[in-house]
């Protein structure tokens, strides 16, 4: 009589996963030494943003949203000023809509020269971090010398128009509660045309590094505009050839809970297949409309389009970045103050819906309000919940090439193909252990 081999499980502790936010675990199990599952375990107690929204006048929704997240609380702030705008039925002047790229202009710069320099370079340089680099050698010093003055020019930008870098105070539903003035917006040119360079440079930079040769079949998902890279505004697209409003979302997404997370996962609904947001769904469906600089530093770089390698993705940001800069050169350029800060609006009954492109993908917001402004229903769906299956997808594509290695090693793999994504799980990921698990 023979006897099923016995079940082993390995387990592969870290005190934490570095270079992302959040707190969770991932358990890989095998059979037979194949691999047949990843699971991403996120832990972290749930936030109830959408039940603390109810009952809130609907004008609270951009500064309660913001606080969702540290690192991108403009793009909170800018789906949810969008999506109480269309309840109300309210037209922001054209002025203050240019002031609103902008400022998240601001954050895409930021957010993503903090991935690229500081959470995902160290991965390809086998470095712990970016002062590890910066002590390699004086080349690498430069390099995050480099990324810091990138994060500062996006800062900067956060700061004059949004009136601060975290959780900005300034948007409101109609506009803005103030404008800054158009000498202060001016004198953003110059350094905002440095830091163009400095992505420019940062691009080269990063297509030189070791990139793995890795193709995932997945299905991208992003905003299309057929006229700029879409920041703030377009329709839903998919390389699987979607083309719907906004306001379809969620007749394309569906939320669903998994009993190995507390964070729901959200998937294409109807259709069996794994799609993901973020920089390279972006580059996948608008390529062709990226910023003149951009196309080039993409093309020098030999950027493929589309690209299917989630490892590239440090090139797709600082692409974007090239994009973000030119943008806001263009911005500050050209900008002039509305009449108002903001126009006036009255409360009325409705369902709002909008999507812009956070620095991670798709952002979508839906509030139902009553008739006297009040939230009665909140609903909101980030990017990272849409990219967890993608991630556990990736996971057990390159799992069995390092379920076998060392403790220490088979941990930092995992740590790297999840790092591609740059997740946010307070809106990602900390482990604190991984589990390799042989099923019966």
């Given at each position: 009589?023979?006897?099923?081999?016995?079940?082993?499980t390995r387990?592969?502790?870290?005190?934490a996963?570095a270079?992302?936010?959040?707190?969770g675990?991932?358990t890989?199990?095998?059979?037979?030494g194949?691999?047949?599952?990843a699971e991403?375990?996120?832990?972290?107690?749930?936030?109830?943003?959408?039940?603390?929204?109810?009952?809130?006048?609907?004008?609270?929704?951009?500064?309660?949203?913001?606080?969702?997240?540290?690192i991108?609380?403009?793009?909170?702030q800018?789906?949810a000023?969008?999506?109480?705008?269309?309840?109300?039925?309210?037209?922001?002047?054209?002025?203050?809509?240019?002031l609103?790229r902008?400022?998240?202009c601001g954050?895409?710069?930021?957010?993503?020269?903090?991935?690229?320099?500081?959470?995902?370079?160290?991965?390809?340089?086998?470095?712990?971090?970016?002062?590890a680099m910066?002590?390699?050698?004086?080349?690498?010093?430069?390099?995050?010398?480099r990324?810091?003055?990138?994060?500062?020019?996006?800062?900067?930008?956060?700061?004059?128009?949004?009136?601060?870098d975290?959780?900005?105070?300034?948007?409101?539903?109609?506009?803005?509660?103030?404008?800054?003035?158009?000498?202060?917006?001016?004198?953003?040119?110059?350094?905002?045309?440095?830091?163009?360079?400095?992505?420019?440079?940062?691009?080269?930079?990063?297509?030189?590094?070791?990139?793995p040769?890795?193709?995932?079949?997945?299905?991208?998902?992003?905003?299309?505009?057929?006229?700029?890279?879409?920041?703030?505004?377009?329709?839903?697209?998919?390389?699987?050839?979607?083309?719907?409003?906004?306001e379809?979302?969620?007749?394309?997404?569906?939320?669903?809970?998994?009993?190995?997370?507390?964070?729901?996962?959200?998937?294409?609904?109807?259709?069996?297949?794994?799609h993901?947001?973020?920089?390279?769904?972006?580059?996948?469906?608008?390529?062709?409309?990226?910023t003149?600089?951009?196309?080039?530093?993409?093309?020098?770089?030999?950027?493929?389009?589309?690209?299917?390698?989630?490892?590239?993705g440090?090139?797709?940001r600082?692409?974007?970045?090239?994009v973000?800069?030119e943008?806001?050169?263009?911005?500050?350029?050209t900008?002039?103050?509305?009449?108002?800060?903001?126009?006036?609006?009255?409360?009325?009954?409705?369902?709002?819906?909008?999507?812009t492109?956070?620095?991670?993908?798709?952002?979508?917001?839906?509030?139902v309000?009553?008739?006297?402004?009040r939230?009665?229903e909140?609903?909101i769906v980030?990017?990272?919940?849409q990219?967890?299956e993608?991630?556990?997808a990736?996971?057990?594509?390159?799992?069995?090439?390092f379920?076998?290695?060392?403790?220490?090693?088979?941990?930092?793999?995992?740590?790297?193909?999840?790092?591609?994504?740059?997740?946010?799980?307070?809106?990602?990921?900390?482990?604190?252990?991984?589990r390799?698990?042989?099923?019966?």
């Amino acid at each position: 009589m023979t006897h099923p081999p016995p079940r082993r499980t390995r387990t592969l502790a870290v005190s934490a996963l570095a270079r992302v936010e959040g707190e969770g675990a991932l358990t890989i199990r095998t059979r037979r030494g194949r691999v047949v599952g990843a699971e991403l375990r996120i832990y972290e107690a749930p936030r109830l943003f959408e039940a603390l929204l109810r009952g809130r006048d609907a004008a609270d929704a951009p500064d309660v949203t913001a606080r969702i997240c540290g690192i991108c609380p403009v793009a909170y702030q800018m789906s949810a000023v969008a999506a109480v705008e269309q309840a109300f039925g309210v037209f922001v002047a054209p002025a203050a809509a240019m002031l609103r790229r902008l400022l998240y202009c601001g954050e895409w710069i930021a957010s993503h020269a903090l991935h690229v320099h500081f959470l995902h370079a160290p991965d390809f340089l086998g470095h712990d971090g970016a002062l590890a680099m910066a002590q390699a050698s004086p080349e690498l010093a430069a390099v995050v010398r480099r990324g810091l003055r990138l994060k500062q020019a996006g800062s900067a930008i956060m700061t004059l128009v949004g009136g601060r870098d975290v959780h900005p105070v300034s948007p409101c539903v109609g506009g803005f509660h103030a404008v800054p003035r158009v000498a202060a917006v001016r004198a953003l040119r110059d350094p905002l045309r440095r830091a163009l360079d400095d992505a420019v440079a940062t691009v080269a930079w990063a297509a030189g590094l070791d990139i793995p040769d890795v193709a995932v079949a997945h299905e991208w998902m992003a905003l299309r505009h057929p006229d700029e890279y879409p920041i703030c505004s377009g329709r839903l697209a998919t390389t699987g050839g979607l083309d719907a409003p906004v306001e379809a979302f969620l007749d394309h997404v569906e939320e669903v809970q998994v009993p190995w997370s507390t964070a729901l996962h959200a998937r294409r609904r109807g259709r069996d297949v794994v799609h993901a947001t973020g920089p390279l769904a972006r580059w996948n469906l608008n390529a062709a409309v990226a910023t003149p600089r951009a196309r080039e530093a993409a093309a020098a770089a030999h950027l493929p389009v589309p690209c299917t390698n989630p490892a590239l993705g440090i090139v797709v940001r600082a692409v974007e970045m090239v994009v973000a800069l030119e943008e806001a050169v263009r911005l500050v350029e050209t900008w002039e103050p509305p009449l108002a800060p903001a126009v006036g609006w009255t409360p009325r009954a409705g369902v709002g819906h909008a999507v812009t492109e956070a620095p991670r993908g798709l952002l979508y917001h839906r509030y139902v309000i009553d008739d006297v402004g009040r939230i009665v229903e909140a609903r909101i769906v980030p990017p990272t919940s849409q990219n967890q299956e993608a991630i556990e997808a990736d996971l057990r594509q390159a799992a069995a090439g390092f379920v076998a290695l060392p403790q220490d090693e088979a941990v930092l793999a995992a740590e790297k193909v999840i790092r591609h994504w740059d997740p946010c799980i307070s809106c990602a990921t900390h482990f604190l252990r991984l589990r390799v698990e042989e099923a019966r």
